[in-house]
């Protein structure tokens, strides 16, 4: 089975940086990926780490240390536009290409 | 490429009713998965087929849901009959060629009343 745990909700500032945690207990793992979904509409992938370390990829970039079962988001300088859902999910094996989803991170920009 | 793509994007039905939802894959893309999402259990897999043959319908919630991939580019899940608590977004995902990528569609939102 899968735990995928994650904040319910975080609050910024326009401009300001969002790190947001993920850690996961699964039975296997092949990969952890980020996806942003807006309210009211389908999830768009961010980012894949499989390999522990820092991925960078413009104002997001996204951690992973698999012998920890830990994964952080990170946003920098914050838009309004990044008010969102951001969703941690894992697969959890070699041949099986399903992912798990947590239950979602809600991020709130503030001017 | 156009994207994944589903239909209808709303629907309202009386319980009882049968549903029926359908999902047109990227071209290229041999994976299709389908979702439901809600406020209370999130984005859960329901079944997901590879190259048309369904590998994991574990998420399949009872015998009132069926889903199916008639050829390599199409599917339809069907909830006969339909309940107020099968009432969520239903989204259809297609796997990209890396097999990193999982791209979703729009969405069917449901309303069974």
């Known amino acids: 089975g899968q735990n995928i745990d994650q904040p319910t909700e975080m609050t910024a500032t326009e401009g300001a940086i969002v790190q947001i945690n993920c850690t996961y207990q699964?039975?296997?793992?092949?990969?952890l990926f980020w996806y942003q979904q807006h309210a009211g509409e389908a999830p768009t992938f961010l980012s894949y780490?499989?390999?522990?370390g820092l991925e960078e990829k413009g104002r997001f970039s996204s951690f992973l240390s698999r012998s920890k079962g830990y994964s952080y988001l990170l946003l920098k300088e914050l838009q309004m536009k990044d008010s969102a859902s951001y969703l941690c999910?894992?697969?959890?094996?070699?041949?099986?290409?399903?992912?798990?989803f947590g239950a979602g991170t809600t991020v709130t920009v503030r001017a | 490429d156009a994207g994944v793509i589903q239909s209808p994007r709303h629907e309202v039905t009386e319980m009882g009713q049968e549903v029926t939802l359908r999902c047109k894959l990227i071209?290229?893309?041999?994976?299709l998965f389908w979702y439901r999402q809600t406020m209370m259990r999130g984005l859960e897999l329901l079944i997901y087929?590879?190259?048309?043959?369904?590998?994991?319908d574990s998420g399949m919630p009872e015998d009132r849901f069926s889903a199916k991939m008639p050829n390599a580019s199409f599917s339809t899940l069907k909830i006969q009959p339909s309940e107020p608590r099968d009432s969520a977004v239903y989204f259809c995902?297609?796997?990209?060629?890396?097999?990193?990528?999982?791209?979703f569609g729009e969405g069917s939102w449901l309303t069974v009343v």
């Open positions: 999910a894992v697969r959890d094996g070699s041949n099986d290409y399903k992912l798990s």
């Open positions: 699964t039975s296997g793992f092949n990969g």
């Open positions: 780490n499989v390999l522990d």
């Open positions: 071209s290229g893309h041999n994976s």
């Open positions: 087929f590879n190259n048309n043959v369904p590998i994991d």
């Open positions: 995902a297609s796997l990209g060629p890396s097999g990193n990528t999982i791209y």
